[in-house]
């Protein structure tokens, strides 16, 4: 069984910085791509970044280009975002998700098979 645990979420000024952090465990975590979604109040889910398997190839949201970093560290199982530069439009709860295969690094919901609980981030200005 597949348990996503975000945690790092938090409250912070605009300008600031948070990283979060992903635990998987359930299976060969190393196999598989890994992504942030995020959804604001009153908005749908949105796509923010993704990661493959390896960490060799990574896509980004336009809203958070420059600003945010996805990495994973394989041997700990676990996937980060770290988040600079803080918006108060980057209010809202982050997910991780973890891909339906080792490659993808797209948004298309239907290609993450499994996702966390999410973790509250919240900017203020």
């Known amino acids: 069984q597949v348990q996503l645990v975000e945690s790092g979420g938090g409250l912070v000024q605009a300008g600031g910085s948070l990283r979060l952090s992903c635990a998987a465990s359930?299976?060969?975590?190393?196999?598989?791509?890994m992504g942030w979604f995020r959804q604001a109040p009153g908005k749908e889910r949105e796509f923010v970044t993704a990661i493959n398997w390896s960490g060799g190839n990574t896509y980004y949201a336009d809203s958070v280009k420059g600003r945010f970093t996805i990495s994973r560290d394989n041997a700990k199982n676990t996937v980060y975002l770290q988040m600079n530069s803080l918006k108060p439009e980057d209010t809202g709860v982050y997910y991780c998700?973890?891909?339906?295969?080792?490659?993808?690094?797209?948004?298309?919901?239907?290609?993450?098979?499994?996702w966390g609980q999410g973790t509250q981030v919240t900017v203020s200005s």
């Open positions: 359930g299976r060969t975590f190393s196999s598989y791509a």
């Open positions: 998700a973890q891909g339906r295969g080792p490659s993808y690094t797209g948004g298309d919901f239907g290609r993450y098979g499994y």
